[in-house]
């Protein structure tokens, strides 16, 4: 059985810092582009950042400088480390598993059309 399970959301102030883990399990890691999306209130999903199994990496505009992906792959872990969060970055955040994609696809998966898996969520809320 595939799973994929958030943790570390929660409430941050605006400048904050914040550490997304989602552990995987039930298929083959390495096999799939891991990504973090995520969807605000009245928003579309939206693709945050993605890995591939080389480590390379895709980052929406509005989160680059400020959130990294990484991954331990011996622990099928993926991470978002997210610093200076801003209110605008409050939003459920999901971890995806998706085949066959680069990290640059990967940013625009379509949960409905695009084989993958994907995770429950985990909120983030940042005031100011």
């Known amino acids: 059985q595939v799973q994929l399970v958030e943790s570390g959301g929660g409430s941050a102030q605006s400048g904050g810092s914040l550490r997304l883990s989602c552990a995987a399990s039930g298929y083959t890691y390495s096999s799939y582009c891991m990504g973090w999306f995520r969807q605000a209130p009245g928003k579309e999903r939206e693709g945050v950042a993605a890995?591939?199994?080389?480590?390379?990496?895709s980052y929406t505009d509005s989160v680059k400088g400020r959130f990294t992906i990484s991954q331990d792959s011996a622990k099928n872990t993926l991470y978002l480390q997210m610093n200076s969060l801003k209110p605008e970055d409050t939003a459920m955040y999901y971890c995806?598993?998706?085949?066959?994609?680069?990290?640059?696809?990967?940013?625009?998966?379509?949960?409905?059309?695009?084989?993958?898996?994907w995770g429950q969520g985990t909120q983030v809320t940042v005031s100011s």
């Open positions: 890995i591939d199994s080389d480590g390379n990496t």
């Open positions: 995806a598993a998706l085949w066959g994609m680069t990290t640059v696809q990967a940013l625009g998966a379509d949960p409905e059309a695009d084989f993958g898996y």
